[in-house]
């Protein structure tokens, strides 16, 4: 059983920084892309952040030059640190992972909160 364990959401001003961490678990398969997405009320889920074993990023327009995604040393946790935070990065952030064999799973998500 895949399991997705994240953490470090929160309440933040904006401006602010937080970093959120997964770390992944029970996959029998080796672990190709790690990612982050995110999806705030009322819109669709969205990806943030994207990394590949071999640590080539992918992000989205939105968040390029504010966020950071790593992957150390290729294992099964990924960061997210998220600088200069605005109120629009307000949603619930989830983990992803894809396995060799191109399974997907989902963590349980976590809230970030952006106040102006």
């Known amino acids: 059983q895949v399991q997705l364990l994240e953490s470090g959401g929160g309440l933040v001003q904006a401006g602010g920084s937080l970093r959120l961490s997964c770390a992944a678990s029970?996959?029998?398969?080796?672990?190709?892309?790690m990612g982050w997405y995110r999806q705030a009320p009322g819109k669709q889920r969205e990806l943030v952040a994207s990394?590949?074993?071999?640590?080539?990023?992918n992000y989205a327009d939105s968040v390029k030059g504010r966020f950071t995604i790593s992957r150390p040393d290729a294992k099964n946790i990924v960061y997210l640190q998220m600088n200069s935070l605005k109120p629009e990065d307000t949603a619930v952030y989830y983990c992803?992972?894809?396995?060799?064999?191109?399974?997907?799973?989902w963590g349980q998500g976590t809230q970030v909160t952006v106040s102006s």
């Open positions: 990394i590949t074993r071999g640590g080539y990023t």
């Open positions: 029970g996959s029998r398969f080796s672990i190709n892309d």
């Open positions: 992803n992972l894809l396995t060799s064999l191109g399974h997907g799973y």
